[in-house]
Structures are given as C-alpha cells and as structure tokens.
C-alpha cells in the first residue's frame, strides 16, 4: 500500500489535512516536523536559531528516510522537504506525493508563522520562498492540490480530492 506524502509551503495545510486524513484512512501519520522536534527536544527555530538551517536540514532528512520505508503512512513533511533531492526520492519510492498549493497571500490571512524561522510573519519572505519553491513543489508533485479556501471547506475538499486521486492509483 502506497504512502500518501504531503508537500507544500509553510501554513499551507498539510499537518491539518494530514490528521485528518489519517483518521479517515485509519493510517498512521507521520509528520516529519513533529518527528526533529521530539528526537531533538528543541522547536525548529530553537534548531534554526541555535544549529542553522543545514543542522535542522540533516535532522530532517533522518526524519524522512525513516518514515519513507514504512507502508501504508500519511507523511506531512516541512515546506523545505523538497530542496533535498535524497528526500524527495525516499518519499517517491513508496509514495503518491500531493504538493499542497496555497498562495501566500492566504497563508498570511489563515496561519500564524511566528515560529516558522525562514517567514516568521514577512509578507516579502514569505512571497520570495514561494516563487523560489514553486518549481520544485510542481515537478516534485504527483498531483497538485489548490487549497483555496477557508478551513473547514478546503480540509473536506483537500481530503476528498487526495481520496479520489489515491483510490483511483491504487486501482
């Protein structure tokens, strides 16, 4: 049984949509984020603010490479999953990958990114990871998901969309 893996920017919704479709599948969930920040006992930023972005990235892909190798798993990665190719390949291998598409524009309107250590609230940041990042999220993506609404509506559409898209692969 295939994974479903989550990819997207930072407050676009794949730790929410990721829960839920856990429960709905009955499916564990990994989300690498949570897993550095149990196995280091630091926040990201704590991480970010304290090691740096490439110590934070090493921790990441350990993260990955251990939830790739299970089956049958929803895995919500961080935004920057995709900047490591090793990443994407582990997730790839045993794994349908939906890229989570949310403008900025409805990040900074939906989710608080003080402790997101590469936006942390900048308007300009957060625009500028996106139009670096979007290339990656398309070509990493197996099927791409626009998460467009308010939150209630766009986690049943998201979670829907994903179901039909899984079901009709696995056929």
């Given at each position: 049984m295939k994974n479903i893996v989550l990819i997207g920017m930072p407050g676009s919704g794949k730790s929410s949509l990721g829960k839920r479709l856990a429960r709905r599948l009955r499916m564990p969930l990994f989300d690498t984020d949570a897993m550095v920040v149990e196995r280091d006992g630091r926040a990201i930023s704590d991480i970010f603010a304290?090691?740096?972005?490439?110590a934070f990235r090493d921790m990441e892909s350990a993260c990955?490479?251990?939830?790739?190798?299970?089956?049958?798993?929803?895995?919500?990665?961080?935004?920057?999953?995709?900047?490591?190719r090793e990443n994407m390949d582990a997730l790839k291998k045993n794994g349908m990958v939906f890229f989570i598409d949310r403008h900025p524009s409805l990040i900074l309107k939906s989710a608080s990114l003080s402790d997101r250590?590469?936006?942390?609230?900048?308007?300009?940041?957060?625009?500028?990871?996106?139009?670096?990042?979007?290339?990656l999220y398309r070509a990493c993506a197996d099927v791409t998901i626009r998460n467009d609404r308010r939150m209630n509506?766009?986690?049943?559409?998201?979670?829907l969309q994903i179901l039909r898209h899984y079901r009709r692969a696995a056929r």
């Amino acid at each position: 049984m295939k994974n479903i893996v989550l990819i997207g920017m930072p407050g676009s919704g794949k730790s929410s949509l990721g829960k839920r479709l856990a429960r709905r599948l009955r499916m564990p969930l990994f989300d690498t984020d949570a897993m550095v920040v149990e196995r280091d006992g630091r926040a990201i930023s704590d991480i970010f603010a304290e090691d740096g972005e490439a110590a934070f990235r090493d921790m990441e892909s350990a993260c990955v490479r251990e939830a790739a190798t299970q089956s049958g798993v929803v895995i919500s990665t961080g935004g920057g999953v995709i900047l490591r190719r090793e990443n994407m390949d582990a997730l790839k291998k045993n794994g349908m990958v939906f890229f989570i598409d949310r403008h900025p524009s409805l990040i900074l309107k939906s989710a608080s990114l003080s402790d997101r250590p590469l936006v942390q609230d900048d308007r300009t940041r957060l625009l500028e990871l996106y139009r670096s990042r979007i290339a990656l999220y398309r070509a990493c993506a197996d099927v791409t998901i626009r998460n467009d609404r308010r939150m209630n509506k766009r986690l049943r559409r998201g979670v829907l969309q994903i179901l039909r898209h899984y079901r009709r692969a696995a056929r």
